[in-house]
């Protein structure tokens, strides 16, 4: 059996280096098929390029929960809309592709969502209590890694497990993208 | 793929999948009757196998199954810095587990068998009562609870679903450790250092791998 380790050390650091020699990543390519995985090649913002473990494209991780997503945990609604909200700000163009997307201010994604929910919301709901839970949702997403971890700048990056989308999803995306949340005057 | 999937037919190589896909993405344990590659046992073997190639087992619980990492796998990867906890996270998450499992456990409250994650909540208040400052808790506690290592029930805090992929013997060997802190100079202390004592001298002084020596 090969060794595990190189796979069990992807799974819990969520992105590896790219490895230099093609008989490595040969190898590791090999390893992942036998173990029912894929790698998936991310690319980073600054031309970095990494590897993640994902999941062959007939293997639907939401399809084998038996879930549409409203079970899972930290998946709520809130953190759906925050996602889209950063989605839509870090992908202004739907013929490039998802990833890396455009690095954006957080505030940036905090305005889209503002002008995107409902106005005449109840005066317990003020502004600054539903940013406390959308900044929530962003510290969620981030240790998921649907966003990148808070870099020094503080911009929102969307993240490599985006990358394990399949392709149906993206186009789902691309289809609807005039709908995600952004702020007005920004491309859509 | 492994000689195992390879050999079964198209439909079960999917059940497998689903099952091994199920297992790695869900944070609850999932119940076998829901999973075929679960409930049956030639399956289960298919899946626990491939789990393997990844460095990680599958893990029974009261309730079904889940997976996690293989305890050498584990070893190597903390070796390496990798999934170690740091300092201050350490040190919330120890006052979590004594509060919430080792003290009612001693008090005879919680069922020795009792799951990490069906510990008594903690209230948060109690945390902030301990020398750790009130902000470091605050922070730490997030970030367990983000890494699914704690849980949040209202404002107190329980060990979170992370607990259920710790291996039996991982699982023990956190205990122990609890035992040691809480009471190093205690009988259970005392019993638990000499065991460890001994299975270090067994394994330096047997030249055969352990896995091959149960064999024989």
Redesign the interface.
């Known amino acids: 059996m090969p060794d595990p380790l190189p796979l069990a050390r992807m799974r819990a650091l969520r992105l590896v280096a790219v490895p230099w020699a093609e008989e490595e990543l040969a190898l590791l390519q090999e390893t992942a098929t036998t173990a029912g995985r894929r790698l998936i090649d991310v690319a980073g913002d600054h031309g970095a390029r990494a590897l993640m473990l994902g999941w062959p494209a007939d293997v639907d991780p939401m399809a084998v929960l038996g879930a549409d997503g409203e079970d899972l945990p930290g998946a709520t609604p809130t953190t759906c809309l925050v996602l889209a909200a950063c989605i839509g700000c870090c992908w202004p163009d739907p013929d490039a592709p998802l990833l890396p997307g455009k690095p954006v201010p957080e505030n940036q994604v905090l305005d889209a969502l503002a002008s995107f929910t409902r106005p005449g919301r109840p005066v317990s709901e003020s502004l600054r209590t539903r940013q406390a839970h959308w900044k929530s949702a962003i510290r969620r997403l981030r240790a998921c890694g649907f966003l990148v971890p808070e870099e020094e700048d503080s911009l929102i990056r969307l993240g490599p497990a985006l990358a394990g989308w399949g392709d149906a999803d993206v186009r789902h995306l691309r289809d609807r993208h005039a709908d995600l949340p952004r702020l007005v005057g920004e491309p859509a | 793929?492994?000689a195992g999937?390879d050999a079964l037919p198209q439909q079960r190589q999917?059940d497998?999948?689903?099952?091994?896909?199920?297992l790695?993405?869900?944070?609850?344990p999932l119940p076998a009757a829901?999973y075929r590659a679960l409930a049956e046992p030639a399956l289960r073997e298919v899946v626990r196998e491939?789990?393997?190639?990844?460095?990680?087992v599958l893990v029974e619980t009261g309730t079904g199954y889940t997976s996690g990492?293989?305890d050498g796998?584990a070893d190597?990867?903390a070796e390496?810095g990798?999934?170690v906890l740091p300092p201050d996270d350490r040190a919330i998450l120890t006052l979590v587990l004594l509060f919430s499992v080792a003290i009612p456990r001693a008090e005879g409250k919680l069922a020795p068998e009792a799951p990490w994650t069906l510990g008594h909540p903690v209230p948060r208040q109690r945390l902030n009562g301990t020398k750790v400052p009130k902000g470091v808790v605050k922070a730490g506690l997030?970030?367990l609870q983000?890494?699914g290592i704690t849980r949040n029930i209202g404002d107190s805090v329980r060990p979170g679903?992370q607990f259920d992929r710790l291996t039996p013997a991982m699982s023990t060997t956190i205990f122990e450790e609890l035992l040691l802190l809480a009471d190093p100079r205690g009988p259970l202390a005392d019993a638990i250092r000499r065991r460890r004592a001994s299975s270090t001298l067994a394994s330096a002084e047997s030249p055969v791998p352990a896995e091959e020596h149960h064999g024989h």
Do not use: F, H, N
């Open positions: 793929m492994t999937l999917a497998v999948l689903a099952a091994l896909c199920a790695e993405t869900e944070s609850r829901s491939m789990l393997a190639t990844a460095g990680r990492y293989d796998i190597r990867l390496e990798i999934g997030q970030r983000d890494a679903p």
